[in-house]
C-alpha cells in the first residue's frame, strides 16, 4: 500500500474554540447567581450569546476554508425553535413575561451555534475548549466549597438580582460537580492520577454535602457513565466495566446514609436511619411536586387547543391550574419542576413530542458512545453534561432556566451533529484521538 500522505499544516482556523463556549463556561462557573448579572434589561447570558453569533457571521466567511457539508442537530430541534417563535408571535399580554418565559427555549439555537463550530474546529481548537471548560468547572467547585464551608461569609457577599454571589442553587450546582467528577475519572489515566482522583473526591464530597435527591441521582449517573466509557470496547462492555460499575456502586451505598442528600433519598422509603425531619421533609416535598404536576396535566388536557399547542408564553398555568398551592401563592414560582410538564403545558402536545424526540436521540448517541468504546475528552464532556442536567431537570427547574438551557442544548448540538457527521458515508467524520490513546503518548 502506498504510504499515507503528509498531514497539511493547521489551518489559522483550527486552534479557534468552539463558538458559544464562552456562554457555557460563564454559565458553568457561577449558575444561577452568575447569570443573574444585568446590564439594563439584557443578561450576561444573552450578551455573550448575541456576541457569539456576531462573531460567527463575521468568522465565517472571513476563515478562508473551503466549503463543506456541516451537519445540523436535526430537524426536532429546528421545529421546536419554529413552535417558540410561532408563540412569541401570536402573545398579546406582557410581553416583558413572554419573553422570560421563552428564553429557555430560544436558547435551544446555540445547539447550531455549537454544532457549526464543532465542525469547522480542528483538534486543537477542540482541546482549547475542553480546558476552558475544565477550568470553568473547577472554579465552580472552588467557590461551590467556600459556601458550603462558610455560609457565614457568603451572606455579606452583595446580591445580585434575586440571589447572592456564591449562593448554592443545590440542584443545578451539585449536577455541575457530578460532571467534574465524571470529567475527573475519566482523566486519571492520562497522568497526575492523585490530582484527578483529587478532585473527582471533592466534587463528590461535595456535591453529597447538599440536601438535593436529584443532585445526588446526577452524581451517581456520571460516575456510572465516566466508568462506562472509560471501560467500554468494540461495542460491548467489558468485565473491568463490570467491576468497576459493581465497585462505585457499592460505595454509593455505603455513603449514601452519611450525606444530606442520601438522607432525604431514605427518607421517600422505609430505611431506620433517615432522621424524622429529614422524612417529613422529604414527604412533603415529593406530595406538592407530584400534585402539581397532576394539577398541570390535568388542567391542560381539560382543554383541547391547550392540549395540542399549550397555553404558550406569558400565562402563569401553575397558578391557573392551581398547582402552586402547596407551594404558597405569591412565591414567584412558574414552573412545576418537571421539565417535560412544563413543555406539555406551554407548548402542548406538538411541543412534548418534539423534545421527547431529542431526548430520546441523545440517550441513544450515549449507548452508542459508549459502545464504541473511550470517545475524544470534548464528546465525554457533552455526554456528561447532557445527562446529569437532564436529570436534575426532571425534578427541577433547570432547562427553564438560561443557566441551564444554555449548557444543555449546546452539549446536546455537539452530539447530534457529531452523531450525523459520523454517520454519513459521504463525509464521514474522521474519529478523534481518543482518551486512552492520547495518555499513551
Known amino acids: 500500500m502506498p504510504p499515507n500522505p503528509p498531514a497539511a499544516p493547521a489551518a489559522a482556523g483550527d486552534k479557534k474554540m468552539i463558538a458559544g463556549v464562552a456562554v457555557v463556561a460563564v454559565m458553568l462557573t457561577g449558575g444561577r447567581w452568575l447569570s443573574h448579572m444585568q446590564v439594563g434589561p439584557l443578561y450576561i447570558g444573552d450578551m455573550l450569546l448575541a456576541a457569539a453569533f456576531l462573531h460567527a457571521l463575521w468568522w465565517i466567511p472571513l476563515s478562508g476554508k473551503p466549503h463543506r457539508r456541516i451537519h445540523r442537530p436535526g430537524s426536532a430541534l429546528a421545529l421546536l425553535l419554529l413552535v417558540t417563535v410561532a408563540h412569541l408571535l401570536t402573545v398579546q399580554g406582557d410581553l416583558r413575561t413572554a419573553a422570560r418565559d421563552a428564553a429557555p427555549f430560544v436558547y435551544a439555537v446555540i445547539a447550531y451555534l455549537a454544532a457549526s463550530g464543532y465542525q469547522r474546529a480542528g483538534a486543537q481548537g477542540r482541546n482549547r475548549t475542553v480546558r476552558l471548560l475544565h477550568i470553568a468547572l473547577v472554579l465552580h467547585l472552588a467557590w461551590v466549597m467556600v459556601a458550603t464551608l462558610a455560609p457565614a461569609f457568603v451572606a455579606t457577599l452583595p446580591e445580585v438580582g434575586r440571589t447572592r454571589v456564591f449562593e448554592i442553587r443545590t440542584d443545578f450546582d451539585v449536577a455541575v460537580l457530578a460532571v467534574l467528577a465524571g470529567l475527573s475519572i475519566l482523566r486519571i489515566r492520562q497522568g497526575r492520577i492523585w490530582l484527578h482522583t483529587a478532585v473527582a473526591a471533592a466534587a463528590l464530597v461535595t456535591g453529597l454535602a447538599q440536601v438535593n435527591r436529584a443532585g445526588l441521582f446526577s452524581c451517581c449517573a456520571c460516575v456510572l457513565v465516566a466508568i462506562l466509557l472509560r471501560a467500554g470496547k468494540g461495542g460491548r462492555i467489558t468485565p473491568r466495566a463490570v467491576l468497576l460499575s459493581t465497585t462505585a456502586l457499592l460505595t454509593v451505598v455505603v455513603a449514601l446514609p452519611l450525606s444530606p442528600a442520601g438522607q432525604r433519598l431514605l427518607a421517600l422509603g422505609t430505611d431506620t436511619t433517615a432522621t424524622q425531619e429529614a422524612v417529613q421533609n422529604a414527604h412533603g416535598t415529593t406530595r406538592a411536586r407530584l400534585f402539581a404536576w397532576e394539577r398541570v396535566v390535568t388542567y391542560t388536557l381539560d382543554d383541547p387547543v391547550r392540549t395540542a399547542v399549550g397555553v404558550g408564553f406569558g400565562p402563569d398555568f401553575l397558578q391557573e391550574s392551581n398547582g402552586d398551592l402547596p407551594i404558597g401563592r405569591g412565591m414567584g414560582v412558574r414552573s412545576p419542576h418537571n421539565y417535560l410538564v412544563t413543555v406539555f403545558a406551554r407548548l402542548g402536545v406538538v411541543g412534548l413530542v418534539l423534545v421527547l424526540s431529542i431526548v430520546t436521540s441523545l440517550l441513544l448517541i450515549t449507548i452508542r458512545t459508549i459502545r464504541r468504546g473511550p470517545p475524544d475528552e470534548l464528546t465525554s464532556l457533552c455526554v456528561l453534561l447532557v445527562i446529569s442536567l437532564l436529570i436534575v431537570a426532571l425534578l427541577g427547574v433547570i432547562l427553564e432556566s438560561p ?34 490513546s492520547s495518555s499513551r503518548k
Open 403 to 436: 443557566f441551564g438551557a444554555a449548557p444543555f442544548f449546546w452539549a446536546a448540538g455537539i452530539l447530534l451533529a457529531g452523531d450525523r457527521a459520523r454517520r454519513d458515508p459521504v463525509h464521514r467524520e474522521p474519529e478523534p484521538k481518543t482518551l486512552v
